[in-house]
């Protein structure tokens, strides 16, 4: 019997990447178990959890409960839920857990973890939140997840859910990995080591870091910009980008991005130009915020930009452009009630 197939993992979160990863795991031999509910539940129950790629159709038979409890204690859990969930879905994690299990969030934006144990002299650790309010504002996923069972994690594949139990993979397989403290040991170094391996073994494209907050911010910098300009304008991201206008508006922003994250002691390998041209070759893009607009589901501005401009603002930093389309997304969200509070 290999590893993959001794390997509990179970996936919080049966959307988009949820399934993605799930089915994924699952057919490369990890025993996958996942917290769903309502028609999601059912049907994974019902038919398997499914994915579809180009014209491949997946079926993983996987244990499916609304009930944390009833699955027992797991090696790995991978948070797949939108940020804006977290705080629901917190609290079920201690159950999942053994006295070694990772806990591994898949998710948008800048993660709850972000400024724990963030060692910088530039940016000394009483200046910095450890507890982000627009993340985490009453502590509870802070409370309900030990920091020492963090992995990061940065997510780069394009998938959406047609149906209840259903994902697709439109584009990329790229995961990021890494241990959030600075001071990892080797016992973490050998955790990394595994869950990269396992992830390989599923036909990722899994990497491990040793910056994993570096990874986060390169994302970031095209998720702050496209995100919630997107939900303002409606358009999707060759539009947006062949505009010259939104294109200097991007590339200002994107330099806004980068001096907080130099101050921070963070620094991403490319320039706004660069980043906006990676995005260009893709097409037309809709990103995940412009989806959920049009599906009148709750969007994540507070984990892609409102932890941005409050980051910004603990370092005394302006960010007029940022904190301008925060404004103006999160008032957008919040009159078309999709902004969860």
Request: aromatic share 4%; with cysteine.
């Amino acid at each position: 019997m290999s590893t993959q197939d001794k390997t509990k993992v179970c996936i919080i979160g049966a959307g988009a990447i949820g399934g993605y990863l799930g089915v994924r795991l699952a057919n490369s031999g990890a025993q996958v178990s996942v917290l769903a509910r309502g028609q999601t539940l059912q049907a994974i129950q019902a038919r398997g959890w499914i994915l579809e790629e180009g014209k491949e159709r997946l079926v993983a038979q996987v244990r499916a409960s609304d009930n944390a409890a009833a699955l027992g204690p797991q090696d790995i859990i991978i948070l797949t839920v939108k940020a804006h969930a977290l705080q629901d879905v917190a609290g079920m994690v201690p159950a999942l857990c053994h006295a070694g299990t990772i806990v591994i969030p898949a998710i948008n934006g800048i993660p709850w973890w972000f400024t724990q144990g963030l060692d910088n002299s530039e940016a000394p650790a009483q200046q910095l939140p450890t507890q982000l309010k627009a993340l985490d504002p009453s502590g509870v996923i802070a409370d309900a997840i030990d920091p020492g069972r963090i992995m990061g994690c940065v997510v780069y594949p394009s998938c959406y859910s047609p149906e209840p139990g259903v994902s697709h993979h439109s584009s990329g397989n790229r995961l990021v990995l890494g241990e959030i403290s600075g001071h990892a040991d080797q016992s973490n170094q050998d955790r990394l080591d595994r869950v990269v391996a396992l992830f390989n073994a599923a036909g990722l494209a899994a990497e491990k870091t040793s910056a994993i907050r570096s990874a986060v911010w390169e994302k970031l910098l095209g998720n702050a910009c496209f995100n919630p300009v997107s939900m303002l304008t409606g358009s999707q991201t060759d539009l947006m980008i062949d505009d010259p206008a939104i294109y200097r508006l991007f590339v200002a922003l994107m330099d806004e991005v980068i001096a907080v994250g130099a101050a921070l002691g963070i620094a991403v390998s490319v320039t706004p130009q660069q980043r906006l041209a990676v995005t260009r070759k893709l097409g037309a893009v809709k990103t995940s915020m412009l989806q959920d607009t049009e599906a009148g589901r709750p969007v994540e501005i507070e984990a892609i930009l409102g932890a941005f401009v409050e980051l910004a603002a603990s370092l005394h930093m302006a960010t007029p452009i940022a904190g301008t389309i925060y404004a103006l997304a999160r008032m957008r969200a919040q009159t078309f009630g999709l902004l969860k509070q």
